[in-house]
């Protein structure tokens, strides 16, 4: 709850105060422009009836956008999919086979995440006979997304010798929570499966592919754990007010 009046007070109303701004500057060069071009015909500087100086009703009113702005970014529509959309549990790819685990963890805030885990059903031994670790792609999805988003490149990962590893993020999927914060509290749901891998034994080096707002959650985590051996960065955005002033004006402007 307080990210969630920080991020209103710091973000959204100034966004939603900068595009109030902005809707009626357009709107006053539109009105001077549309009584240049009139030239005085009717006789009057008021453009005959008067109605032409007030600024035309905005769509839902500034309520509406707020409402909108807040739910697309902390609260967007909830991912729906089944655990079937996630695969078969051993499923062979080329002349490997491989399996998949289903977990939940439990982050910081006390939140169990909905996580799964892709590896070949045997691994390798290393020289001690033991199963050898495998470097590891944690896969981070963007806004309104969830695990499943892996499925498309999961194929990839696994031939070219990697477990995979894919969560929804708290708030997103099967996971608990009701809110989102675009990577301020997404990176301890990274933390936490980071931990989880690296307790496990079964894991080398990891690796973060993230996408939009996972992109920018990698950033984040990123920047506490240097010992992430690489990251894919797939549409992270750079400055948050920035992107909701953009959305702001996409939903609230006429």
């Known amino acids: 709850r307080s990210f969630v009046r920080s991020f209103v007070r710091v973000v959204v109303l100034p966004s939603l105060a900068f595009t109030q701004s902005r809707w009626l500057v357009d709107w006053r060069a539109m009105g001077n422009k549309n009584s240049s ?9 008021d453009g005959g009836s008067g109605s032409g100086n007030a600024p ?5 009113g500034l309520k509406e956008g707020y409402d909108q702005i807040v739910h697309a970014f902390i609260r967007p529509p909830r991912a729906q999919y089944g655990i079937s959309d996630l695969g078969p ?3 062979r790819v080329g002349r490997s086979w491989f399996k998949r685990n289903d977990v939940s963890l439990t ?3 006390g939140l169990k995440l909905a996580c799964s885990f892709w590896e070949k059903r045997i691994r390798p031994a290393g020289a001690d006979g033991a199963p050898r670790p495998s470097p590891c792609v944690i896969y981070l999805h963007g806004n309104s997304s969830c695990r499943v988003g892996v499925m498309e490149m999961l194929p990839h990962l696994l031939t070219a010798g990697f477990s995979v590893f894919a969560m929804d993020f708290a708030g997103c999927g099967h996971s608990e929570g009701k809110y989102i914060s675009l990577g301020f509290h997404e990176k301890h749901d990274v933390a936490t499966a980071v931990q989880h891998l690296r307790e496990c034994g079964r894991v080398s080096t990891i690796g973060l592919w993230g996408h939009s707002m996972g992109a920018a959650t990698g950033m984040m985590f990123a920047h506490t754990d240097p010992s992430v051996a690489a990251m894919v960065l ?3 955005f750079a400055d948050l007010e920035q992107l909701v002033r953009m959305r702001a004006c996409s939903r609230v402007c006429v």
Do not use: I, L, V, Y
């Open 107 to 109: 982050n910081p805030r």
């Open 234 to 236: 797939d549409c992270a």
């Open 56 to 60: 035309p009703q905005q769509k839902g």
């Open 89 to 91: 549990t051993a499923f």
């Open 37 to 45: 071009s009139s030239g005085g015909s009717d006789g009057g500087s």
